[in-house]
């Protein structure tokens, strides 16, 4: 029998209706079980901790145990059945993966500035990097392909759209990301869920930031089912402000001002993926783009 380590506080409140539930797909650190269009995860204490995840601590090869995509789970008294596999649920840690609103990351250019440069040299390609980084780092490098340059546009235009007022039509271009790329969580999903997470950070300091994170987050809720079901809970957890524990170190480091933690996050969640880790470091650079003109900023941005 399996010991859960940590359950994220939303699991925890729905527990019980996990019960009869399938398992949705299997990897060799995670094992989806899918609920409500959603998916929880049963994850490897190796695995940081998603915004719905039942954390064992025990380090094991799920693809090694007698479990198949279909099978039904049973919940008895404090007990997960799989199959002849249980995971024991008594008094777990609990983890609020709802993040916290950094708002003083407005005074904190210098550590944005490192953060932009770990994703420029150690950041993977094949994802959104390419297009991000055109428009952030001065980047002027023709793009090779049309799609690429279609990103370029919708974020430029979202961009102006924010400047303009137009928070519907901004909140529209973003949303038009929804299911680019290829994988489990396509590029343009893992880069929404990162300007997310800077748009929740800093929505209560700021009308129009405000407009936009209740927009896209209702954009995200109508198209959700555009993308995979995996990649559909990362989406619907951060419009609800809850996101990966990723997102949580990185913040962290940035907040305390420590380069050293900074540094061991952002490679930490570069490894996520093909290149989920590094699209979503570029939604969260671009995010700060975004807001980089702002009053709120202008004490790190301004001229």
Not at 77 to 101: A, H, Q, T
Not at 152 to 172: G, I, M
Not at 261 to 289: N, P, Q, R, V
Request: charged residues 25%; hydrophobic residues 40%.
């Amino acid at each position: 029998m399996f010991k859960v380590n940590f359950i994220s506080m939303p699991v925890l409140k729905n527990m019980y209706s996990l019960n009869h539930s399938k398992i949705h797909s299997i990897f060799k650190n995670v094992i989806n079980v899918e609920y409500n269009d959603k998916l929880v995860s049963i994850q490897n204490s190796n695995v940081p901790k998603g915004p719905l995840s039942i954390s064992i601590n025990d380090s094991v090869n799920f693809l090694d145990l007698p479990v198949k995509v279909g099978d039904v789970i049973t919940i008895k008294k404090d007990v997960i059945c799989i199959g002849s596999i249980s995971v024991n649920i008594e008094r777990p840690l609990i983890w609020n993966p709802r993040l916290k609103d950094y708002f003083l990351l407005s005074k904190n250019k210098e550590q944005i500035n490192k953060l932009k440069n770990i994703v420029i040299l150690y950041g993977k390609s094949g994802g959104i990097k390419e297009e991000v980084l055109s428009i952030i780092a001065d980047n002027q490098e023709t793009l090779k392909y049309k799609n690429k340059e279609n990103i370029v546009r919708a974020l430029n235009e979202a961009y102006k759209d924010f400047y303009n007022k137009k928070q519907n039509d901004a909140s529209a271009k973003l949303s038009s990301l929804i299911g680019y790329g290829a994988g489990l969580t396509p590029a343009g999903d893992d880069f929404l869920v990162g300007v997310m997470s800077v748009l929740h950070c800093f929505k209560k300091l700021d009308i129009p930031l405000l407009e936009l994170y209740e927009k896209l987050s209702n954009e995200i809720l109508k198209n959700s089912h555009k993308t995979t079901t995996v990649s559909k809970t990362f989406l619907e957890e951060a419009a609800e402000e809850r996101f990966s524990e990723s997102f949580h170190k990185l913040y962290e480091a940035l907040w305390n001002k420590n380069s050293e933690e900074l540094y061991k996050a952002a490679i930490s969640m570069i490894s996520i993926g093909h290149s989920s880790g590094t699209d979503g470091l570029c939604g969260l650079l671009w995010g700060f783009y975004l807001i980089s003109n702002l009053k709120i900023m202008e004490d790190s941005y301004g001229s």
